[in-house]
């Protein structure tokens, strides 16, 4: 079974930055996708940003703000958001597709959400 938990939420005032980590535990392969989801009061989760090994895509709203990347030897994910706006506040959600060892199956696993609210 796979454990993803993330940190680095807060308050932040409009215009800084947070960097948001999540780490992967567990008898863990391979990590094929791993993503970053955010949901705000009263609307949908919605996909924010996604590593693979093809490359990153990034939902446009954040866009030359927000930076995916992840460090595979400590199976961590990390999102840098700078330029914050009160429009980016919601619990953000880290997501992987893990594959485990003796497993040929992958498993989706979804950490606790951290809060970050951007407001001055």
């Known amino acids: 079974q796979v454990q993803l938990v993330e940190s680095g939420g807060g308050l932040v005032q409009p215009g800084g930055s947070l960097r948001l980590s999540c780490v992967a535990s567990?008898?863990?392969?391979?990590?094929?996708?791993m993503g970053w989801y955010r949901q705000a009061p009263g609307k949908q989760r919605e996909l924010v940003a996604v590593?693979?090994?093809?490359?990153?895509n990034y939902a446009d709203s954040v866009k030359g703000r927000f930076t995916i990347s992840r460090d595979n030897a400590k199976n961590t994910g990390y999102l840098q958001m700078n330029s914050l706006e009160p429009e980016d506040t919601a619990v953000y959600y880290c997501n992987a597709l893990v594959f485990l060892e003796n497993s040929q199956l992958p498993e989706n696993s979804w950490g606790q959400g951290t809060q970050v609210t951007v407001s001055s």
């Open positions: 590593i693979t090994s093809a490359g990153t």
């Open positions: 567990g008898s863990i392969r391979s990590i094929n996708v």
